[in-house]
């Protein structure tokens, strides 16, 4: 029997999306699974008890691309149940072997327990914590680099540079990189502590902090000297929850230029929206849309007025 899926979010298996769950073992398909992959699957299949191979009862999430791969594996056993045998740490000591020759598993997990943490490396060089928010879709994250390119810059006659572009959330690592030519400065700021090691990893000397979005105030941080601060523009990618009341109070005291909002639930933007509209305009919409949808929002100051 086929792998099946385990998100009922992912419909059809695409080449293009990174980030597959599926709860068999039985049989692979070529396509997404390199062959280093199976025969880590097939060294897990002595690791794991017969019993747990039958539906439902072990889930195995990969999150890969072109360059490498991350896995974890989830059974009904507790850690000790699985892990505790010297015969089981023996195989997994030899798994990790392979990793290391083949140089393309940067990240293993096993009921939680964290066998091998490297590096997840990206087709733009960027390297990673395996554990980090990036976009699971090839399709969404590529769409989200050409719209930002495209918009970003200055309109025609003025200059294409900001003074300042300040990033909050995920894939800030990803969006600081492709704008690095759109400011003189940037700003980061997160409340991931692997987000954060990615911006010491992948920036030289950057100006980043890790910070609590509950109790986070701006004025603290020097970033607004003045009532105005229109050569600003604020790219915020939110999680689940949104920005949250303080992130988003503490957004509109900044008085950039222009923000963008990058959500993947309509709810939670909603809420955000109803602190931000106080200070701004929505400019424009985007749905993009592939086995989920995301939406930008483009906010501006001036146009308030």
């Given at each position: 029997?086929?792998?099946q899926l385990?998100s009922e979010?992912?419909?059809?298996?695409e080449p293009?999306?990174?980030?597959?769950?599926f709860?068999?073992?039985d049989?692979i398909?070529?396509?997404?699974?390199?062959?280093?992959?199976?025969t880590?699957?097939?060294m897990?299949?002595?690791?794991?008890?017969?019993?747990?191979?039958e539906?439902?009862?072990?889930?195995i999430?990969?999150?890969?691309n072109?360059?490498?791969y991350?896995?974890?594996?989830?059974?009904?056993?507790?850690?000790?149940?699985?892990?505790g045998n010297?015969?089981?740490?023996?195989?997994?000591?030899?798994?990790?072997?392979s990793?290391?020759?083949a140089?393309?598993c940067c990240?293993?997990?096993i009921?939680g327990?964290?066998y091998?943490?490297?590096v997840?490396?990206?087709?733009?060089?960027?390297?990673?914590?395996?554990r980090s928010f990036r976009?699971?879709?090839?399709s969404?994250?590529e769409?989200?680099?050409k719209?930002?390119?495209?918009?970003?810059?200055r309109e025609?006659g003025?200059?294409?540079?900001?003074?300042?572009?300040i990033?909050f959330?995920?894939?800030?690592?990803l969006?600081?990189?492709?704008?690095?030519?759109?400011s003189?400065?940037?700003?980061?700021?997160?409340?991931?502590?692997?987000i954060?090691?990615d911006i010491?990893?992948?920036?030289k000397?950057p100006?980043?902090?890790l910070?609590d979005?509950k109790n986070w105030?701006i004025s603290?941080?020097?970033?607004v000297?003045?009532?105005?601060n229109?050569d600003?523009?604020c790219i915020v990618?939110t999680?689940?929850?949104?920005?949250?009341?303080?992130?988003?109070q503490?957004i509109c005291?900044?008085?950039?230029?222009?923000?963008?909002?990058?959500s993947?639930n309509?709810d939670?933007?909603?809420?955000?929206?109803v602190?931000?509209m106080?200070?701004?305009?929505?400019l424009e919409q985007?749905e993009?849309?592939?086995n989920y949808?995301v939406w930008?929002?483009?906010?501006?100051?001036?146009a308030l007025?």
């Amino acid at each position: 029997m086929a792998l099946q899926l385990v998100s009922e979010k992912v419909i059809t298996i695409e080449p293009s999306r990174n980030l597959i769950a599926f709860n068999k073992f039985d049989e692979i398909n070529h396509q997404i699974i390199s062959q280093h992959l199976e025969t880590l699957i097939a060294m897990l299949k002595l690791i794991i008890p017969v019993e747990l191979l039958e539906d439902g009862k072990t889930t195995i999430e990969i999150r890969r691309n072109h360059l490498n791969y991350s896995m974890r594996v989830n059974t009904l056993l507790t850690n000790t149940s699985v892990l505790g045998n010297t015969k089981n740490e023996l195989l997994i000591k030899i798994l990790l072997r392979s990793f290391l020759d083949a140089k393309n598993c940067c990240y293993l997990e096993i009921n939680g327990r964290i066998y091998w943490n490297g590096v997840y490396k990206d087709i733009l060089s960027l390297e990673y914590d395996p554990r980090s928010f990036r976009q699971p879709d090839d399709s969404i994250r590529e769409y989200l680099i050409k719209w930002f390119q495209n918009t970003i810059p200055r309109e025609s006659g003025k200059s294409r540079e900001w003074d300042t572009i300040i990033f909050f959330g995920g894939e800030c690592t990803l969006l600081g990189k492709i704008l690095s030519g759109y400011s003189k400065k940037q700003y980061f700021y997160t409340d991931y502590p692997s987000i954060y090691g990615d911006i010491k990893r992948n920036y030289k000397n950057p100006c980043v902090e890790l910070i609590d979005y509950k109790n986070w105030k701006i004025s603290r941080n020097g970033l607004v000297n003045d009532s105005s601060n229109l050569d600003c523009c604020c790219i915020v990618n939110t999680g689940y929850q949104g920005m949250g009341v303080n992130l988003a109070q503490e957004i509109c005291k900044m008085n950039s230029a222009e923000i963008y909002v990058i959500s993947c639930n309509q709810d939670s933007w909603a809420k955000d929206w109803v602190i931000l509209m106080e200070s701004y305009k929505l400019l424009e919409q985007v749905e993009i849309r592939t086995n989920y949808s995301v939406w930008i929002y483009k906010l501006s100051k001036q146009a308030l007025h």
